[in-house]
């Protein structure tokens, strides 16, 4: 089975998670797991600090943002159409997301208005043919005549591809499926990059001690412990999610009085889509302040990655902590339950990255083993095409030797051939024809005239001339 190239590269972690899971989007991201957003806006905070009421804005409609999938306006067409059925949307939000992963919501497609069941046979067909292009495409690189569309089609998961014109229920079913495969994975995939990068780094570091003297890498190595200690040379960082990190938040960014928190107001405040959800990018807003303790930018001690992978940390922490549905999508009740458990005034220290490294010593191990196999199959690669140049070389040397070989050769024929023609000259009388050797120090033969059947000797020329004038 070929595997097509032209997959789209996901967007960064930030976009491609918070999108995906808001119920911002008319509740259809617990569908699809595809969510539109709003941008981040500071919440005016009224005069009276005592009591906090959420302010009320007249929301702007939801602007589409693309997953990073490749399938991404496909979803995004069907998920437009499929919302404005009114009999789809209500069953939408009374279906629970575990029931809508089983595929239960697919089957409501029967029911779907026929305006709507037509749009998305002509979605459906469109992306089929967005497909097939592509797929020609690639063949026409590759190269190939005979291409088997609908062999190809089959690594498309998304979509049924035995019915390429109509939009039917196992469709709906496999679009749902494939956006959860492909979403609930992306954390994993991350954290196993960052790893690799982790790892990758410290290689490189090791590597660049190897070239340097012995004083040059003590001075290195100690160089490297300050920067370490500087890092680690911070304010304490609050357990995410607990009592006092929310409080530092209600002082710090929303400007009010510690000693008066409310969970239920703090909630209203940082819904800032007001869909009376927190979805992943609200509750990683929550963590800046702890990660501008531990991360300045343009600081050689402190790297953004490791920011990044610090800010997903406590995120999938909360989430495994406060989502007890597993909706990816925090609500007030699940809020404020977790407001009430003891962990949450009472909470363990948290293990940044430098307490907690992404890598073991066996990874690392590992790892180093996996570039020196790498590095040596680079090695044998270049020294077969290396073999290969001289082998090349060589049997260029050999067909210019007998190119060479093939012109002296051709050469020499043409001076046997010359030296033939000048032995003998033929002249011809009517239809007679007599050979004159030339003689030694003759320049050209005596003609033979009209009347004549022997040519005069040498020395006869001239007065053979002036007898026939």
């Not at 004083?215 to 040379?233: G, I, N």
Request: charged letters at 35%.
């Amino acid at each position: 089975m070929q595997t097509i190239i032209f997959r789209q590269l996901r967007l960064d972690e930030k976009q491609l998670l918070k999108m995906f899971w808001s119920k911002a989007y008319c509740h259809c991201a617990a569908v699809f797991f595809l969510s539109l957003w709003f941008s981040v806006r500071a919440v005016p905070i009224s005069v009276d600090k005592t009591k906090v009421e959420p302010p009320e804005e007249k929301l702007e409609a939801p602007q589409s943002v693309d997953t990073g999938l490749h399938y991404d306006r496909y979803l995004r067409e069907v998920i437009d159409f499929l919302e404005k059925d009114q009999h789809f949307r209500e069953k939408l939000h009374n279906t629970d997301m575990e029931d809508i992963k089983l595929g239960k919501l697919a089957k409501e497609l029967d029911f779907v208005g026929h305006n709507v069941r037509t749009k998305l046979d002509e979605l459906k067909r469109q992306e089929v043919n967005r497909l097939r292009m592509l797929i020609k495409t690639k063949q026409d690189v590759e190269g190939g005549n005979d291409i088997n569309h609908m062999a190809l089609l089959q690594q498309f998961e998304y979509m049924n591809h035995m019915n390429p014109h109509t939009f039917e229920v196992e469709d709906l079913d496999k679009l749902i499926k494939s956006a959860t495969s492909d979403l609930e994975n992306y954390d994993k995939e991350h954290h196993e990059e960052f790893k690799r990068y982790e790892m990758m780094k410290e290689h490189e570091r090791k590597e660049h001690l190897k070239n340097l003297d012995e004083e040059q890498r003590k001075e290195e190595e100690q160089r490297y412990e300050e920067l370490k200690k500087k890092h680690a040379d911070h304010p304490k960082i609050n357990h995410p999610g607990s009592q006092d990190q929310l409080k530092e938040v209600w002082k710090d960014a929303d400007g009010l009085d510690p000693n008066e928190f409310d969970p239920k107001t703090f909630f209203k405040l940082h819904d800032t889509n007001g869909d009376g959800y927190l979805d992943e990018q609200e509750l990683e807003a929550l963590f800046t302040k702890e990660l501008d303790k531990m991360y300045r930018p343009n600081q050689e001690e402190d790297d953004m990655t490791e920011m990044e992978e610090e800010r997903l940390r406590m995120r999938e922490h909360v989430m495994n902590e406060v989502d007890t549905n597993r909706d990816r999508l925090v609500s007030l009740d699940e809020f404020l339950i977790s407001t009430n458990k003891k962990e949450f005034a009472e909470p363990e220290s948290w293990e940044t990255l430098e307490q907690a490294p992404a890598y073991t010593d066996e990874d690392m191990k590992m790892f180093e083993e996996q570039l020196a196999q790498e590095e040596s199959n680079i090695k044998q690669k270049n020294t077969e095409l290396h073999q290969q140049k001289e082998e090349l070389e060589r049997q260029q040397k050999e067909l210019d030797s007998q190119k060479a070989k093939l012109q002296q050769a051709v050469e020499q024929m043409q001076i046997i051939k010359s030296e033939k023609t000048n032995d003998a000259v033929v002249y011809g009388d009517g239809g007679a024809t007599v050979a004159m050797p030339v003689l030694p120090g003759d320049t050209q033969p005596l003609p033979v005239l009209p009347g004549d059947t022997q040519p005069l000797p040498p020395g006869h020329q001239q007065d053979s001339l002036l007898a026939h004038s």
